[in-house]
């Protein structure tokens, strides 16, 4: 299947951006968000000031029409460059992950616009310290109601083999950072989809800043907050919450977040927040990934 790609070339020097969506089919507001920019590009020529920006709306177009995670693995974990003359028999989100792969090889700014099942304050992923990426990072933070830094996923998880976006990316030296916008379907995470791409835009050069004020694009200029990631559930058994949590709710020190029907408790060492919990009962999925995390805050309010 080919992917659906829109790019705009300014016909000057500039950074080549990608802006990715729907990596995962049930997440539609990084596809929103990318729609209302193509739909501006399209109704102004020329706007592209430097560089290049490259959309792809729908990374994922299969699992978007059935609006499922993915069609037969999770496409976040398996970006590079594959043969597929052998693999695509087997899942075709392997040759979408070849394409997308191409895509990153050519860019110099990734951002990736994602989603969550459960109600979350909207975050973004930095997993390198190292410019341009912190500087992406504080950039993408301009986005209203976005001050949430994630980093450390590295020392938990091999960046060499946790084959994300942004882990591609970040391997070959890319300013590359994923966006968390929201709850899938609530509104509000389209506009902070949309938002971002504009900061990006601009901070790069492709968009002056009375594009953004024509397209009513507000911007924070409270600090962002950071926190840790200090653990996470993994796949093993079957098990509930103990309670109904929601992402980034607190979690203070002993207390324990879920039990799996072994009897076996997964708690907190230290005062966390809870991000990502995936649904109430956890049953055992090659395409669900870890069950929830928690992270510890390390700077800010």
């Known amino acids: 299947m080919t992917l659906d790609i829109h790019t ?60 499922k995670r993915d069609i037969h693995v999770n496409l976040n974990r398996i970006i590079d460059h594959h043969d597929v003359s052998v693999i695509y028999e087997e899942t075709y989100e392997y040759a979408l992950a070849d394409q997308i792969a191409g895509l990153v090889d050519e860019a110099d700014i990734i951002l990736d616009l994602h989603s969550a099942s459960t109600p979350t304050r909207p975050f973004l992923f930095r997993d390198s310290d190292l410019d341009p990426n912190k500087e992406m990072a504080k950039i993408v933070c301009r986005t209203q109601n976005l001050q949430s830094i994630l980093t450390g996923w590295h020392n938990h998880f091999a960046t060499s083999a946790f084959g994300s976006v942004q882990a591609y990316g970040l391997r070959h030296n890319k300013g590359a950072v994923t966006l968390e916008c929201g709850q899938h379907e609530e509104p509000q995470a389209a506009i902070v989809a949309r938002d971002a791409i504009a900061h990006v835009l601009h901070a790069y050069g492709a968009l002056d800043q009375e594009v953004l004020k024509d397209a009513g694009i507000a911007t924070s200029t409270d600090d962002p907050v950071e926190y840790q990631l200090a653990g996470y559930a993994v796949e093993k058994a079957l098990g509930k919450y103990t309670k109904h949590w929601a992402g980034f709710d607190f979690v203070s020190a002993g207390t324990v977040m879920a ?3 072994t009897g076996e408790e997964i708690k907190v060492e230290n005062d966390s927040y809870i991000v990502m919990p995936s649904k109430n009962t956890y049953v055992p999925d090659a395409a669900q990934d870890n069950w929830f995390y928690w992270v510890e805050r390390l700077s800010g309010e």
């Open 8 to 67: 705009f070339n300014s016909g000057q020097d500039g950074k080549n951006i990608l802006i990715t969506a729907a990596i995962h089919g049930n997440e539609p507001c990084g596809t929103i968000g990318c729609e209302f920019w193509l739909d501006y590009f399209g109704l102004h020529k020329d706007v592209i000031q430097k560089g290049s920006v490259t959309i792809v709306p729908r990374c994922n177009p299969q699992a978007v029409k059935e609006y």
């Open 259 to 261: 039990v799996y029907d």
